[in-house]
């Protein structure tokens, strides 16, 4: 049974075929409309399938130079390789779920073989998934449907959420960790530790690796920084070079200013600087006529600690240093936009 069992018919009939074009069914009855998906049709089905995979690989061999494996910069060919990997992990995904949550449980399709311990009831049902721990039971066939539903958000979800699969160095932060300040608040706390060890300011702030700044900048939020646009880096920020420093902002009263962080699902947002009890003391206005809380009306300062500008202090306003200001308060980075 075994060896007839590697035949093609057992696979079929586990997915839910049963009838045959010749009119007989896999339990000894007769049939009049077996329809499309039958043995003969999903063996029809995979010849025609096979046949227009021959034809892509034909059409793939005389068209090999398109753009899309073509690096625009130098124009020679390259595979944007976390791209292709997150198109294969998104189509598995898709189908490994469509399987557990429609074939399977009878939504949208048969169901699947489901017999007794004895092999002598069994006959093609839906299935209802189960999520409790007797899915991980491999007689139960419930755990077939809440696997394939859950695998596909393993698949398919860990690159948005995070997992072990998707390192940061390779892939990038995800978008919670924007919304959550995961690496501001790990940079906030290695500076505490170095001021609780008699460091400066300046000195504290230099220990920061670069690696870790650069992951608390808002254009490596995939929901934010371009990851749904079109075209090339140098359409928005540029290519990252530099970390310029962290700037510490301070009102003429002497409070510490804060930049309130900008929500991932904002397009714009102003810079507004808060204090440490979130209270609005500072802003680049839009209206400028209008303003109350200018950077220059406030008498705001910044210096910058760690980084490129460690030390620098600015300590007058005008307009082309507030739209400099702007630019820079959400990325403290210094960018590349000629090299693309």
Known sequence: ??????????????????????????????????????????????????????????????????????????????????????????????????????????????????????????????????????????????????????????????MWYGSATTPIELFGPTRYQWDQGYFQQEIYRRVSAGLAENLSLSEAWSKIPEKLAFYDYIGNNPAKGGLFRAGSMDNGDGIAVGWLGHPVFRDKEGRELFVRRMPTFFETFPVVLVDEDGIVRADVPFRRAESKYSVEQVGVTVEFYGGELNGIWMFKWNSEHSKKLEIQLQRDKQFDTALL
Not at 71 to 97: M, N, Y
Not at 119 to 135: E, F, S
Not at 143 to 158: D, E, L, N, P, Y
Request: hydrophobic share 45%; with cysteine; proline share 6%.
């Open 1 to 158: 049974m075994w060896r007839q069992g590697m035949f093609v018919i057992p696979f079929m009939t586990r997915l839910g075929i049963t009838n045959s074009w010749g009119g007989w069914n896999i339990s000894g009855g007769t049939v009049t409309n077996p329809g499309i998906w039958s043995y003969e049709g999903v063996a029809a089905a995979h010849i025609v399938f096979s046949g227009l995979c021959f034809l892509a690989a034909i059409w793939h061999w005389v068209y090999w130079d398109l753009e899309v494996f073509c690096d625009e910069r130098t124009g020679k060919p390259s595979l944007d390789l976390p791209k292709i990997f997150g198109i294969h992990l998104f189509l598995s995904g898709v189908a490994c779920f469509g399987f557990g949550a429609f074939h399977v449980t009878g939504l949208y399709g048969p169901g699947i073989w489901v017999s007794d311990p004895y092999g002598l009831t069994g006959k093609v049902q839906a299935v209802n998934p189960a999520w409790g721990v007797d899915g991980f039971d491999p007689f139960v066939p419930g755990g077939i449907a809440s696997h394939h539903i859950a695998a596909a958000f393993v698949v398919a979800g860990t």
